[in-house]
């Protein structure tokens, strides 16, 4: 699972613009979004972390990794 911070999220339309560019990438995946705390969750996704929020980032929200708690 992998988990990001993406500030520039403010509306359902945004949510559904991140969700979209990460299952461009990897359908599959299971895309959580909070736009209150502004914290996207994927779950099932092969992909490295950093592919993930650069496919975020291309789609226009800045996407910070967070480290997963050990």
Avoid: W
Avoid at 11 to 24: D, F
């Amino acid at each position: 699972m992998h988990s990001f911070k993406v500030e520039k999220m403010g509306c359902g339309g945004c949510a559904k613009s991140v969700t979209r560019a990460v299952q461009g990438i990897e359908p599959n995946a299971r895309v959580e979004v909070d736009l209150r705390t502004k914290l996207v969750t994927v779950s099932g996704a092969s992909v490295p972390a950093d592919r993930i929020a650069q496919v975020i980032a291309a789609a226009g929200y800045p996407a910070e990794p967070l480290l997963a708690a050990a």
